[in-house]
């Protein structure tokens, strides 16, 4: 079983970037699919999910610039990222989980999470 994360990199305020993560050895179907970030310093962070029906939950503080999707009935998550800010600098990770969290203390509280991706947006 593994999540890969891709798509991170170095992008100016206001610039735009899309997060994949792809899953093997086991489907997204059933499953609570999460985007988590962590800055520096901090805990991690809920930041959306994608339910297996659908229905889709934001942090308000990415609420209007993030959005999460899923390629059909593909094992491809992705978050595309607009008008980005310098606080969402941060270590970007997929995780999946049978249950709805938005909030956490630690990836483990999921079922499976990548390795994460870097998103940096600076001038």
């Known amino acids: 079983v593994q999540l890969v994360e891709s798509g991170g990199g170095l992008v100016q305020p206001g610039g735009s970037l899309r997060l994949s993560c792809t899953a093997s050895?086991?489907?997204?179907?059933?499953?609570?699919l999460t985007w988590v970030r962590q800055a520096p310093g901090k805990g991690p962070e809920w930041v959306s999910t994608l339910s297996f029906s659908g229905y889709t939950w934001y942090a308000n503080s990415v609420k209007g610039r993030f959005t999460i999707s899923r390629q059909g009935a593909s094992n491809t998550l992705y978050l595309q990222m607009n008008s980005l800010k310098p606080e969402d600098t941060a270590l970007y990770y997929c995780?999946?989980?049978?249950?709805?969290?938005?909030?956490?203390?630690?990836?483990?509280?999921?079922?499976?999470w990548g390795q994460g991706t870097q998103v940096t947006v600076s001038s």
């Open positions: 050895g086991f489907t997204f179907d059933n499953y609570f």
């Open positions: 995780a999946v989980g049978r249950t709805l969290r938005v909030t956490l203390s630690t990836l483990s509280e999921f079922d499976y």
